[in-house]
Antibody
Framework: QVQLQQPGAELVKPGASVKMSCKASGYTFTSYNMHWVKQTPGQGLEWIGAIYPGNGDTSYNQKFKGKATLTADKSSSTAYMQLSSLTSEDSAVYYC??????????????WGQGTSVTVSS | DIQMTQSPASLSVSVGETVTITCRAS??????LAWYQQKQGKSPQLLVYAATNLADGVPSRFSGSGSGTQYSLKINSLQSEDFGSYYCQHFWGTPYTFGGGTKLEIK
């Protein structure tokens, strides 16, 4: 069965960077786009960007350009998101989600458990 | 960017009632819309894709409808396990924005 495994929590200092992982199993990692979503109580769900592990192509929400960097390691079926220059506004839960294909349509059909990032000194 | 306006923001309902949640896109998204359910402390789960198609395992009391800029999620005969938050998301060009969410609470 499809699974996306994410670490539960990260505590990082302001100004630092964090690189979080999303290990995929149960499907062909290189055949599906992996998306990343930010969730905060005040802002709801925000789409950060996506990576196609097959060739490394990425797409970002303009809002997160310069903040998020998406990469993927085909050998370990793991997607990564690095967030840089962290501030308190980056404190949130971050999800990875696979996007499935349904004919000409798409949807996030599998989600990781989320990584809770707390930015604090 | 396409804006997704979801309403209502919250709803207090009783088990057995029927509810409808709506999502309006700022431009035509040609049915490229998904609905998700999220329970407290859990990840969102896919309910509906392509505006009207139920994802695998989703009970038939859920239904999606709409076209163009207006979409709805209807839940017939609410069950206790249906309480939580619901979000719409479009897939018509990046960024794939979400609606603001609807929190369904027990009356």
């Amino acid at each position: 069965q499809v699974q996306l495994q994410q670490p539960g929590a990260e505590l990082v200092k302001p100004g630092a960077s964090v690189k979080m992982s999303c290990k995929a199993s149960g499907y062909t990692f290189t055949s599906y786009n992996m998306h990343w979503v930010k969730q905060t109580p005040g802002q709801g769900l925000e789409w950060i960007g996506a990576i196609y592990p097959g060739n490394g192509d990425t797409s970002y929400n303009q809002k997160f350009k310069g903040k998020a960097t998406l990469t993927a390691d085909k050998s370990s079926s793991t997607a990564y998101m690095q967030l840089s220059s962290l501030t308190s506004e980056d404190s949130a839960v971050y999800y990875c989600a696979r996007v499935g294909y349904y004919g000409n349509f798409y949807a996030m059909d599998y989600w990781g458990q989320g990584t809770s990032v707390t930015v604090s000194s | 960017d396409i804006q997704m306006t979801q309403s209502p923001a919250s709803l207090s309902v009783s088990v057995g009632e029927t509810v409808t949640i709506t999502c309006r896109a700022s431009e035509n998204i040609y049915s490229n819309l998904a609905w998700y359910q999220q329970k407290q402390g859990k990840s969102p789960q896919l309910l509906v894709y392509a505006a009207t198609n139920l994802a695998d395992g989703v009970p038939s009391r859920f239904s999606g409808s709409g076209s163009g800029t207006q979409y709805s999620l209807k839940i017939n005969s609410l069950q206790s396990e249906d309480f939580g938050s619901y979000y719409c998301q479009h897939f018509w060009g990046t960024p794939y924005t979400f609606g603001g969410g609807t929190k369904l609470e027990i009356k």
